[in-house]
């Protein structure tokens, strides 16, 4: 039971470069945010920081001609965030009521009320669901299969070893890409005879000696022993049905991401595979004083700098939405604080009891 309620105006879930950005423009804005992040969870794939945290180079967030670590970036946002009094707060959510405003967000010990609401909550690596997928003890999980090559690319289980990835896409290809530091060599397994990945990291693969492709293919389980970890994958060939045993010494998963929304299921609008869908002109949700940003609603560019410019857009539209001004609504039209509904064409303004009032300023 919540022994303890905390109030405030913004609430920010996720610590990534959308959840930061957003906490450093409303604590600019003197509102206070507190910033509520999951604990570091393996089994999770929680890490207080977002994807940044396992991630080495970053070579193109603007700003670093040299480029910059990615633990190193985010201990930079999260500075500027505290500098200008974010409060944070390391804890699960268990449950949310977004049925009314203020709204209600529950930990084991507190409960969270909040006037407005920023998710930022990022997204997970997907996994194949195949045997010897999990986590050990019950597969090899941790053990020789990974969906992080930069968290466990350097381990010496895989220094020159070979290496299996599993996916076509930019993920896929900048894991591999990564590994061939390390491994003797690297397949990419991939279901199609072409890669779904940009132009420049296909060329990237296809013209490092260390990566070879196989084609038409899936993984279906992962072999191995509690001692030596994994030492091969069972592979099928979907033009044919033939199957084979590939040895190697580990498989990194690399076939993209789910967003984590289940906390929101069933109270916010979301696509079919769970991302949030929000305003083409705003951060808004279906709930007024609910905003989305970074992974989490966007399933297209899922870049740190597009995550930090969203975070951007939330900030300034949670700051609207309390300063009582109208927030664009996926529906099309706006919102205010009170409940107040303009219309797309902005010619009238419906009330919280149903009264309509015309917004055209009428001739002198």
């Known amino acids: 039971m919540a022994n303890e309620t905390i109030k ?24 206070k945010p507190l910033l509520v992040d999951a604990p570091a969870d393996a089994h999770r794939q929680t890490t207080p920081g977002g994807q940044l945290m396992i991630t080495t180079d970053v070579e193109n967030y603007p700003g670093f001609s040299e480029g910059i670590q990615g633990p190193e970036l985010m201990h930079e946002f999260r500075k500027q965030a505290e500098r200008f009094g974010t409060e944070f707060l390391e804890t699960w959510i268990t449950e949310v009521d977004l049925s009314e405003r203020p709204f209600q967000l529950y930990t084991e010990s507190q409960t969270i009320s909040t006037e407005t609401l920023i998710i930022a909550s990022g997204a997970s690596a997907k996994w194949l669901g195949i045997p010897g997928e999990a986590k ?57 005879d072409k890669l779904r990945a940009s132009k420049i990291m296909q060329e990237k693969a296809f013209r490092n000696e260390k990566i070879e492709f196989i084609w038409n293919t899936t993984v279906e389980e992962i072999l191995g022993t509690p001692k030596e970890g994994v030492t091969g994958v069972r592979l099928s060939n979907l033009l044919t049905g033939d199957e084979r045993i590939f040895p190697c010494s ?98 009238a303004i419906i009330t919280p009891d149903g009264h309509m009032i015309p917004n055209v300023q009428e001739a002198d």
Do not use: W
């Open 8 to 31: 405030r105006d913004v609430v920010i879930i996720g610590s990534g470069p959308a959840g930061l950005t957003a906490a450093i423009y409303t604590a600019r804005a003197n509102l």
């Open 136 to 192: 050990v003890p019950d597969g090899f999980g941790g053990h020789g299969v990974s969906a992080c090559a930069t968290c466990d690319g350097p381990l010496p289980a895989f220094r020159n070893r070979t290496i299996v990835v599993v996916g076509g896409g930019d993920t896929a290809m900048e894991e591999a890409t990564f590994l061939t530091r390390y491994a003797a060599k690297v397949y990419v397994v991939h279901r199609r």
């Open 250 to 347: 580990g498989m990194f998963v690399a076939i993209g991401h789910t967003p984590n929304t289940d906390l929101f299921k069933g109270q916010l609008d979301m696509d079919e595979v769970g991302y949030l869908k929000t305003s083409g002109h705003s951060t808004a949700t279906n709930i007024p004083g609910v905003f989305a940003a970074g992974d989490v609603q966007d399933s297209v560019y899922r870049q740190a700098v597009t995550a930090a410019g969203t975070g951007c857009m939330a900030a300034i539209d949670a700051e609207r939405f309390l300063d009582h001004l109208p927030v664009a609504m996926p529906t099309g039209d706006e919102v205010t604080m009170e409940g107040e509904h303009i219309t797309p064409d902005h010619k």
